[in-house]
Antibody
Framework: QVHLVQSGAEVKKPGSSVKVSCQAS????????MNWVRQAPGQGLEWVGR????????DYAQKFAGRVTITADVTSSTAYMELTRLTSEDSAVYYC??????????WGQGTLVTVSS | QSVLTQPPSASGTPGQRVIISCSGS????????IYWYQHLPGAAPKLLIQ???QRPSGVPDRFSGSKSGTSASLAISGLRSEDEADYYC???????????FGGGTKLTVL
């Protein structure tokens, strides 16, 4: 059974960047895509992007294109999501989730990113 | 504005049956499987229903899913207080080539 563990909460200044990690246990890391989904306060779930480690390919939601970079280190089964040029609207809980298409399971515990001056 | 449309709220009393709807289009629900996620307060979202109507291992049979055309629904029978959560539908969007979520339905157990 795969288990995803994310890095801790972050507080960032507007205009800065944040990099969140997600480490997977088990041997399925390279078999599926690692997705990133966020939930802003009072809002619903929003897909940010994904990486497919087996092919080294990435896909991003158009809304975040140019600001988000998702990478993966297969040797440590860890995925990273970096978001740049942060604004207060990027304050959210960011989740990683393993899966294909819209089947996302399991999910990480979430990482709270707060953007505040 | 979410691509998939869900009612913002639903409620029921313990033991009742509640149905949550999810409406889309031929580009998403009409072309792909629907998935449902349960998001309890303070926890990570959990896959509740996969491939329209299948329950992953460990999900009680009180939860069931269905799909017809460009709409889907999640039914919860024998409602319990621990079912109080946000529920999201999700599917693949053919044109956008990304997964899309509904806006979520907050279920209150009265």
């Amino acid at each position: 059974q795969v288990h995803l563990v994310q890095s801790g909460a972050e507080v960032k200044k507007p205009g800065s960047s944040v990099k969140v990690s997600c480490q997977a246990s088990g041997d399925t890391f390279s078999s599926y895509s690692m997705n990133w989904v966020r939930q802003a306060p009072g809002q619903g779930l929003e897909w940010v992007g994904r990486i497919t480690p087996a092919f080294g390919t990435t896909d991003y939601a158009q809304k975040f294109a140019g600001r988000v970079t998702i990478t993966a280190d297969v040797t440590s089964s860890t995925a990273y999501m970096e978001l740049t040029r942060l604004t207060s609207e990027d304050s959210a809980v960011y989740y990683c989730a393993l899966g294909a298409l819209a089947r996302l399971d399991p999910w990480g515990q979430g990482t709270l990113v707060t953007v505040s001056s | 504005q979410s691509v998939l449309t869900q009612p913002p709220s639903a409620s029921g009393t313990p033991g009742q049956r509640v149905i949550i709807s999810c409406s889309g289009s031929t580009s998403n629900i009409g072309s792909h499987y629907i998935y449902w996620y349960q998001h309890l307060p303070g926890a990570a979202p959990k896959l509740l229903i996969q491939r329209n109507d299948q329950r992953p291992s460990g999900v009680p049979d009180r939860f069931s899913g269905s799909k017809s055309g460009t709409s889907a629904s999640l039914a919860i029978s024998g409602l319990r207080s621990e079912d109080e959560a946000d529920y999201y539908c999700a599917t693949w969007h053919e044109t956008l080539s990304i997964p899309v979520f509904g806006g979520g339905t907050k279920l209150t157990v009265l």
